[in-house]
C-alpha cells in the first residue's frame, strides 16, 4: 500500500478521492486547516476503512511558514509514495496571505510549488513516487504578467485563478521535464465541469452566477476517478509530464509547453520563496 499526502481533501474532488483511496487501503496523510470541520471528516475517512492508516496534518496552506513547517514534518514520515496538490480557492474580491501575496496564488500555487519542492528529496528516495496536481483548463485563459503578477492594479478573480491554475501547469511541466518516469512522475489532471463548494465565499451576482452553473455540473466523485487513477494505478506508472480529462491525457494551451516561459516562471517563483526555500 502507499503513503499518500494529499491535500484539500475535507470536500469536494479531495474528499471523493481520499475515500476511494481509503477504501482501497493506502494509507494517507490528510492537510487540512484547523477546524471541527476538517476533524469530522478525518473521522468519516477513518471509518471508511479502519484497516487503513490516516493521519491529520494541520496547515493554512495560504500561509507559506506554516507549509515550510508541515513539510519539515512530512519529511519525518518512513516514506513518500505520492503528493497529491489538489487545494484551491478562487475569492471574489482581493486578499493577502500572511506573507503578502495574492492569496489565490499563494495558496493555489505558491504552496503547492513549495510544498512539492521540500518534498522532493523524500519522494525521490522511492523510485516511482508521484505528484498528482489538479489542474483545469481554464489555463488557456490564463495571462502571466510578471510586472503584476500579485494583481496589485485591476484585481478580477477569474483572472487570478486562471493565472493560478497556469501556472501551476506550467511549473508541473517543467518539473517533469528535469526527471525521467522512473525517478518521479508528475501529471495532473482538470476536473470538468464540478459541483463544489468551490465559491462559497462569492457574494451578489458571483455567487447567483455559480449556483446557476452548478445546474450544468457533475458531482466531485467524476473527476475524483482520474485523481485515484494517477495516484495509484500501474498502466500510468511510466508516464510523466501529461495532463489528464476522464481517465485520458489530453493537450493543454500553447503557453503552457512554452520552456521560456517556464524557466522565467521558475527563476520567478524561487524568488519568492528564496526565504522559504533555503
Not at 486578499?95 to 492569496?103: D, R, T, V
Not at 501556472?167 to 528535469?178: T, V
Not at 462559497?200 to 482520474?226: N, S
Request: glycine letters at 6%; hydrophobic letters at 45%.
Amino acid at each position: 500500500m502507499k503513503t499518500i499526502i494529499i491535500t484539500g481533501a475535507t470536500s469536494g474532488i479531495g474528499y471523493e478521492t481520499a475515500k476511494s483511496l481509503c477504501s482501497l487501503g493506502h494509507n494517507l496523510v490528510i492537510i487540512a486547516r484547523d477546524s471541527a470541520n476538517s476533524r469530522q471528516v478525518f473521522q468519516e475517512l477513518q471509518a471508511i476503512n479502519p484497516q487503513a492508516k490516516l493521519s491529520l496534518e494541520l496547515c493554512d496552506l495560504a500561509d507559506l511558514k506554516q507549509v515550510k513547517a508541515l513539510a519539515t514534518r512530512l519529511l519525518k514520515l518512513p516514506r513518500i509514495d505520492v503528493l497529491i496538490n489538489n487545494a484551491g480557492l478562487e475569492m471574489a474580491t482581493r486578499h493577502e496571505s500572511p506573507q503578502g501575496f495574492e492569496l489565490t496564488w499563494a495558496v493555489n500555487y505558491l504552496a503547492p510549488f513549495l510544498l512539492t519542492r521540500l518534498l522532493l528529496p523524500k519522494l525521490l528516495e522511492n523510485p516511482g513516487a508521484r505528484i498528482v496536481n489538479t489542474s483545469s483548463l481554464v489555463e488557456k485563459w490564463g495571462k502571466l504578467d510578471f510586472a503584476d503578477l500579485q494583481i496589485q492594479v485591476g484585481y478580477d478573480p477569474e483572472k487570478a485563478y486562471y493565472r493560478s491554475k497556469l501556472a501551476l501547469l506550467i511549473s508541473a511541466y517543467e518539473l517533469a521535464r528535469h526527471y525521467s518516469a522512473e525517478q518521479l512522475t508528475i501529471n495532473s489532471f482538470e476536473p470538468g465541469m464540478t459541483k463544489t463548494n468551490f465559491s462559497r465565499d462569492f457574494q451578489g451576482i458571483m455567487k447567483y452566477g455559480a449556483m446557476f452553473m452548478r445546474l450544468f455540473m457533475h458531482g466531485p466523485e467524476v473527476p475524483a476517478k482520474t485523481a485515484v487513477f494517477l495516484a495509484v494505478d500501474e498502466t500510468v506508472s511510466k508516464l510523466t509530464g501529461a495532463c489528464f480529462l476522464n481517465l485520458k491525457a489530453i493537450k493543454t494551451s500553447p503557453q503552457s509547453y512554452d520552456q521560456a516561459l517556464a524557466k522565467k516562471l521558475w527563476d520567478e517563483t524561487e524568488q519568492e520563496l528564496a526565504t522559504f526555500l533555503a
